[in-house]
């Protein structure tokens, strides 16, 4: 049992790449998220999803897209990347049932744009 | 306004030591509040969940006081693997699942 795993760990991408970051939860959960943490800022949400096939925005959408084909997979986009975008990105799932919101974060994803 | 606020610290204390944080929320309707730890260049884990009559684990006790929306985590006895930041967060009246963090408190332990 894994849990949350997120790839890649560490990325470097040059101003107007594009990369797709993979969160992968085997917990069965119907929520995950996706969160941006930048210093003196905390955990700020990027976008979300309610179950397979859903998605919406968060606090912090633009810039990104996500897409959640599969139960298990949370995919988050970046099509033209910016120096703004660089952080630690987290992915999180919870069963989102009203006796456990608890959210399970990955470990996380180091992206620095240059 | 944030929706969460806490005193970023960093609250340096000797081992042994009493330390509490508070936490204050904004929207009045929030439904759940939890206490998460965050270590150094890792993801963020639960520490306890925060109940309206108060609870306890070990030497953490949360509390939580709805009429002046906040809450509060002692540690006692502290540790020197207590050294982390803690987040509060809140949990709104969608149901959504989202949460609400806030932005953190450092806590140093020191020998």
């Known amino acids: 049992n894994a849990g949350v795993t997120q790839t890649p760990k560490f990325r470097v991408l040059k101003t107007g790449q594009s990369m797709t970051l993979l969160c992968a939860q085997d917990?069965?959960?119907?929520?995950m998220y996706w969160y941006r943490q930048d210093p003196g800022m905390g955990l700020r949400l990027i976008h979300y999803s309610v179950g397979e096939g859903t998605t919406a925005k968060g606090e912090v959408p633009d810039g990104y897209n996500v897409s959640r084909l599969k139960k298990q997979n949370f995919l988050l986009g970046l099509e033209s990347a910016a120096p703004s975008q660089t952080s630690v990105y987290f992915c999180a799932s919870s069963w989102g049932q009203s006796s456990s919101y608890e959210q399970y974060f990955g470990p996380g994803t180091r992206l620095t744009v240059t | 306004r944030k929706e969460v606020e806490q005193d970023p610290g960093p609250f340096n204390v000797p081992e042994g030591a009493t330390v509490a944080f508070n936490c204050t929320y904004s929207?009045?309707?929030?439904?759940?509040f939890f206490w998460y730890r965050q270590d150094c260049r890792k993801e963020p884990k639960l520490l306890m969940s925060?109940?309206?009559s108060g609870n306890e684990d070990g030497r953490f006790t949360a509390q939580l006081n709805r009429a002046s929306q906040y809450i509060s985590l002692l540690i006692r006895d502290s540790k020197l693997s207590d050294s982390a930041t803690y987040l509060c967060v809140v949990k709104g009246s969608s149901n959504t699942g989202k949460l609400i963090f806030g932005q953190g408190t450092t806590l140093q332990v020191k020998p």
């Open positions: 929207n009045s309707a929030s439904q759940s």
């Open positions: 917990m069965n959960h119907e929520y």
């Open positions: 925060v109940y309206s």
